[in-house]
DNA sequence: GCTGCCATACCGACCGTACGGTATGGACGT
DNA sequence: ACGTCCATACCGTACGGTCGGTATGGCAGC
């Protein structure tokens, strides 16, 4: 349990440097104990890295959360740009293939699959204005990754609604975070698949289900 | 699984005896800063009692968190039993008529609508198994008092439906919850709205298509 | 190419305090 | 007289944070 990486010694190492291994360490226990519960020294432990290390890339442990929160946000925007779901041609098979692909990386350990910044900002929201934009940044920005397609996918089939899809990507954000919140009371990732069912139904629903006529303009 | 009952004392009547003061403290505070952040020193200080009569009361923080969450449970059901969205006769306007109830009572500060149980399972779903526990029971027991109205209206809309009452039930507390966390994140109650507003359209959609909203009846 | 110098990265002992929890005893109703 | 309820004083420790220091690598001058 005592060592876990050897440290590396130079200054440049690939993605191995201290800051790094911290910011993952972060993540990783963040996500299972929660932003007050998660001490500095674990996350020193977890990292193998001292807490002059740790204080030398990061101010405070508020600084942390928010360097946590940018980090998830950059590794998160590289993992979706680089999925799958952005294959078809038609629009809204997009979308409704982004939610799939949500649910499919529903697996495993609960901490494996739920957002760090969505648990960090229920409980540091009020206390740290900071990290509570860093999370609303990494949440907001994902969220705007899907406007394009659902616009294109509103002109395409040529709906006329009284939502907007700013209004509908961001709710697909409700939907997975709700999931989260309910997979974890319930101890049961299930229960989270079980919600991006409901909204792959209501955006089938939206863009023309059983009773919709699609009326090309 | 009886729950103890909080028993009135002549001490001090006008105030409430310290347990319930207590409780209501700890829902106040763990609503705003988490249940981590918050510690037993400061929630004596709410209740104006001291530390013996914390410990006298609850065996530990954790016990605190586990009765929290049964108040919580105990004082919500009261409440949504009291509210008036049981009133319409027909069960589909019933369902909706609590979305509605829950839409309404979105305003305010944040901490003063959303959800204890929420908050804390976000948190302590991984270290402490009785309080996710006692935060399920109240989630899922709530999503539970939906079953009869949902299952009513899809017998008398005589839908055909690849869901359950139970599964729909449970997606109004996953949006619900989700629409926290995104309000939370942009600290703007509007956020949690909106959520509302699509489950309000989801469940129209699912009974029966292009219902136009409803006309205030 | 060695030397002196500096910035960055990292180390680990240490500090003040605030934390959860305990020990003990008194007030009060029954 | 006894159990419930509450108050005060206190304890051990784990917390976030500090500080003096070392190791490494780049670079300029010569």
Known sequence: MDVLVPRPTKHQPERGDARTRLLEAARD????KGFAATSVDELCQAAAVTKGSFFHHFKSKEALGVAAA???AETTTAFFAGAPYHAPDDPLERVLAY???RKSII???????TCLV?????EVYAISPAIREACAASIFG????LEADISAAIRERGISSDW????????TQTVIQGAFVLAKAGNDPALAREGLDHLDRYIRLLFG???KKKARS
Chains 1, 2 share one sequence.
């Open 164 to 171: 907007t899809a700013e209004s509908l990507a961001r709710h």
């Open 209 to 211: 289900g059983p009773n």
């Open 99 to 101: 939610v799939a692909f």
């Open 70 to 72: 940018e980090y998830w």
């Open 118 to 122: 969505g648990t960090m900002v229920e």
């Open 29 to 32: 226990t963040i996500r299972e």
């Open 107 to 113: 697996a495993g350990d609960l901490a494996e699959f």
């Open 142 to 145: 994902h969220a705007a990754t």
